[in-house]
């Protein structure tokens, strides 16, 4: 299918040009500890769940070993997952349909939902106190890449206010996901659309203004999940389930904590982020309810996501849900 067709081919090289880097969480000396490679979609303060189990030791209270790597889209976890580099991967649900519809034998099945709103913003040159999203006909806007769940829902919004995304806005979507701020602070578009922490320090650089929100917009939508190729996961249900609960803990602490101690935890996962900024996006995603509560992946979030899919004409043919979902290792 379109999405993934040259992924395979480029595989590695993809990912070493996308800059991955490894997130160095906790020592990990105990060598009972079994050893997890996990390859998220982006770093950002938007997964302080997940960053919560590293920092605070779940994972090794669990017997998991955590490698992470940034692969800065879910076209290059696919990569990874595919290649066999990454045994779990963590980006939207949407790259799990197009693997499937590839006709792929060990295709990827999500087994834990961590987000359930958009977790991007709209952030425009000018100050706008009181905006409407009817105000980006005719402007130019850095936006995602195509067929990835950032820019398919906020595209879903944009129809939602009665925006054509094809005719209404001009949208840039040739400057990869890791440098689109910097594109904008560098001067290219009237708006961009942003991941925390990115959002926020181009605010405080004096380069931008927050002035939408695509997640408290767009709804509910299961935002990002964890997946595993099919063979992996018939193979480590225990594996999984231990890493399932260690997430789940992680959540459990961000519904009972403030922002503020939050921030604190996840702090060294940003050195270059400011204490008060994490807690002022950790904030910011905590209002408008982006954090689940648990894993469970619900299947009205995958028929919510299929729909988008199919509106922006990125979906060859439905999936069920009980082919790529899997909720037996999460807490209902």
């Not at 769940?49 to 790597?69: C, K, N, R, S």
């Amino acid at each position: 299918m379109k999405k993934l067709k040259g992924v395979m081919a480029v595989g590695l090289t993809l990912c070493l040009t996308a800059g991955i880097f490894f997130i160095a969480g906790c020592e990990k000396k105990d060598s009972n500890l079994t050893k997890v490679r996990l390859n998220e979609v982006a770093h950002s303060i938007f997964y302080a769940p997940q960053y919560v189990a590293m920092e605070l030791g779940y994972f090794e209270e669990e017997g998991i070993d955590l490698e992470v790597t940034t692969g800065f889209g879910a076209d290059k976890v696919t990569t990874a997952l595919i290649s066999g580099d990454a045994d779990i991967g963590f980006m939207g649900p949407e790259a799990t349909i197009y693997l499937y519809n590839e006709g792929s034998e060990d295709y990827a099945v999500n087994f834990a939902q961590l987000t359930q709103r958009a977790g991007n913003f709209v952030v425009s040159r000018k100050k706008q106190d009181n905006f409407k999203w009817e105000e980006l006909k005719g402007k130019e806007i850095i936006g995602g890449r195509p067929g990835g769940m950032p820019e398919m829902v906020f595209e879903y919004v944009l129809k939602k206010h009665g925006l054509d995304p094809k005719t209404d806005v001009n949208l840039v979507q040739n400057i990869d996901f890791a440098n689109t701020s910097g594109a904008f602070v560098g001067g290219t578009g009237e708006y961009t659309v942003e991941f925390e922490p990115s959002a926020t320090l181009i605010e405080e650089q004096g380069a931008g203004y927050v002035v939408a929100s695509v997640g408290t917009e767009s709804g509910y939508v299961p935002y990002t999940a964890y997946c595993a190729k099919k063979s992996y996961l018939d193979s480590h249900k225990e594996l999984l389930t231990a890493f399932t609960r260690a997430i789940e803990k992680g959540q459990k602490y961000v519904k009972e904590h403030t922002p503020a101690e939050i921030a604190k935890i996840i702090a060294p996962q940003f050195k270059d982020t400011d204490e008060k900024t994490i807690e002022k996006i950790v904030k910011r995603y905590a209002e408008q309810d982006s954090y689940k509560e648990t894993t469970y992946f619900e299947e009205d979030g995958f028929t919510l996501i299929q729909d988008i899919l199919e509106e922006a004409g990125e979906l060859e043919k439905r999936v069920e849900y009980n082919e790529l979902v899997t909720t037996e290792f999460s807490t209902k």
